[in-house]
């Protein structure tokens, strides 16, 4: 089973913070993606990437920034925390090439900015 | 630009009821439909899909017809359960390789 962990599944910061979400999946995906979720607005794309050191913005990427180091691996940071930044986070991964349908999800970082 | 409308919810039914959650869309051309559904603190998870005008997507009992002539794309399911409690997205694969989604029903069932 493909699996898709985020580093956290609760976090507090305050304004101003430099916050790191981090998402790891192991089944060797080419794609990743971070979404943000809120209520009555379903998912927003933020940032996605489909390879090592690629990153692409996604529908808002105001206000944040990624990594992709690693091809497991996809961070997502939060160069200066907001209060509009309290949210659900959400990581997928999915395969490249011809199937790049299919996006497998995190359990989801619910962050809240104080 | 591509879009995905959902009925709003909550969606409150007793068990063994029939279900109907309506989702339609706008799009280019005739893009790939998918069902997530996000069960109480967990991720989404793909329920079902349809690639194609015409084909039926299924799991779970879940059932969803791709109609090109409405642009719509409604699940149903014969007879709930309290476990099938959660929140339903649909979403379409874009041309430039995105998922759109809806903004979510929630399902509640009571037993």
């Known amino acids: 089973d493909v699996k898709v962990t985020q580093s956290s599944r609760y976090l507090v910061k305050r304004t101003g913070e430099k916050v790191f979400l981090e998402c790891v999946q192991d089944?060797?995906?080419?794609?990743m993606f971070w979404y943000r979720q809120d209520p009555g607005l379903g998912l927003r794309l933020i940032y996605f990437s489909y390879d090592v050191k690629m990153k692409e913005k996604g529908d808002i990427p105001e206000g944040y920034s990624v990594s992709r180091e690693k091809k497991e691996r996809f961070s997502l940071i939060l160069e200066s925390a907001s209060t509009n930044q309290t949210s659900m986070y959400l990581c997928a991964s999915s395969l490249g090439g011809g199937n790049p349908y299919e996006q497998y999800f995190g359990p989801g970082t619910r962050l809240t900015v104080t | 630009g591509d879009s995905v409308t959902q009925m709003e919810g909550p969606v409150t039914l007793s068990e063994e009821a029939f279900l109907t959650i309506n989702c339609t869309y706008t799009?280019?051309?005739?893009?790939?439909l998918f069902w997530y559904v996000q069960y109480p603190g967990e991720g989404l998870q793909l329920l079902l899909k349809?690639?194609?005008?015409?084909d039926k997507g299924s799991n779970k009992g879940f059932e969803a017809t791709y109609r090109k002539e409405t642009t719509s794309f409604h699940l149903e399911k014969g007879s709930v359960q309290v476990s099938d409690s959660a929140v339903y997205f649909c979403a379409l694969m874009s041309n430039t390789g995105k998922l759109i989604f809806g903004q979510g029903t929630t399902l509640q069932v009571k037993p």
């Open positions: 089944m060797d995906h080419e794609n």
């Open positions: 349809a690639t194609k005008a015409d």
């Open positions: 799009a280019t051309g005739y893009p790939s």
